[in-house]
C-alpha cells in the first residue's frame, strides 16, 4: 500500500531527526576526544610510564598484603612466578649494580673502587681489639706527621693470608684483561709514525673514493 504525502513527510522528518542526532553525538564525542587529546599532550613524555609503574607498585603493595594476611612469604611466592631465565638475568642485573664496572675513567676512580670493593670484603668490626689496641698505642693509635708504627704493630697472621689472597686475585684478573691494539696487524702499513698516520686516516675521509683508482694504480705499478 502506497503512502500518503503526510506519511512520507513524518518519515523524512524521523530520518532527518536521527541524522541531526548522530551528527551531534559525533561532535560531541570529537569535542572529548580532542580535549582529552590536549591533556595527554599537556603530561609529562614519560607519563605513560610513570603511570605504568605506579599501578605495578600498588598490585604489589595490595598482593604482599594479602599475602602477609595469609601468612605466607610473599618473595618466595614471587620467585615461583620467576622463570630460570628471568631470574638469571635479573641477578645478573643486580650484580652489575652492585660492583658496576664501569671500566677505566681515571686513575683517582679505580682508586675509589678498590678502596670499596676492599672495604665491602673486611670482615665485621672487632670493637675488643680496637680498644686494646687504641689503650695500647695511646697517642700514636690516631697517627700524625711525625708518627711511626712500624715497631708498635703486627700484622697477624690471618692479615698476611687476606692480603696474598688478593693480591692473588688481582693477578688473576689481570690475565682475564686483554689490551686493545692500537693498530690492526694484517692492515697495510702505509705511514711512519701515529701522527702520519692520523693525517692519512684524515685524507682518506676527504678524498678516499676520489682517488681509490688512482692509489690501486700506484700499488699495481701500471699508472700512467
Not at 63 to 76: K, P, S, T, V
Not at 96 to 112: H, I, M, W
Amino acid at each position: 500500500m502506497e503512502k500518503s504525502a503526510a506519511e512520507k513527510l513524518a518519515d523524512r522528518k524521523a530520518r532527518l531527526l536521527n541524522l541531526h542526532k548522530k551528527r551531534q553525538e559525533a561532535r560531541t564525542d570529537n569535542h572529548q576526544e580532542v580535549v582529552a587529546e590536549d591533556a595527554r599532550k599537556k603530561l609529562p613524555n614519560n607519563w605513560e610510564a610513570r603511570k605504568r609503574q605506579a599501578e605495578w607498585l600498588l598490585a604489589d603493595d595490595k598482593a604482599r598484603a594479602d599475602a602477609q594476611a595469609a601468612g605466607q612469604d610473599y618473595e618466595r611466592l614471587k620467585l615461583l612466578e620467576v622463570s630460570a631465565i628471568d631470574a638469571e638475568r635479573i641477578e645478573k642485573k643486580q650484580r652489575r649494580k652492585d660492583n658496576p664496572d664501569l671500566g677505566f675513567s681515571t686513575y683517582e676512580a679505580q682508586t675509589a673502587r678498590q678502596y670499596n670493593r676492599l672495604v665491602k670484603n673486611m670482615a665485621p668490626r672487632d670493637m675488643e681489639k680496637y680498644e686494646r689496641q687504641k689503650a695500647e698505642l695511646g697517642e700514636a693509635f690516631y697517627g700524625g706527621s711525625h708518627t711511626t708504627l712500624h715497631s708498635q704493630t703486627k700484622d697477624t697472621p690471618g692479615a698476611i693470608n687476606n692480603m696474598v689472597k688478593d693480591l692473588e686475585q688481582q693477578i688473576d684478573r689481570r690475565k682475564k684483561y686483554s689490551r686493545r691494539r692500537i693498530y690492526n696487524d694484517d692492515a697495510d702499513v702505509d705511514f711512519i709514525n701515529e701522527r702520519n698516520s692520523k693525517f692519512n686516516k684524515k685524507l682518506d675521509r676527504f678524498y678516499g673514493e676520489h682517488t681509490a683508482e688512482i692509489k690501486q694504480n700506484l700499488e699495481r705499478g701500471t699508472a700512467i
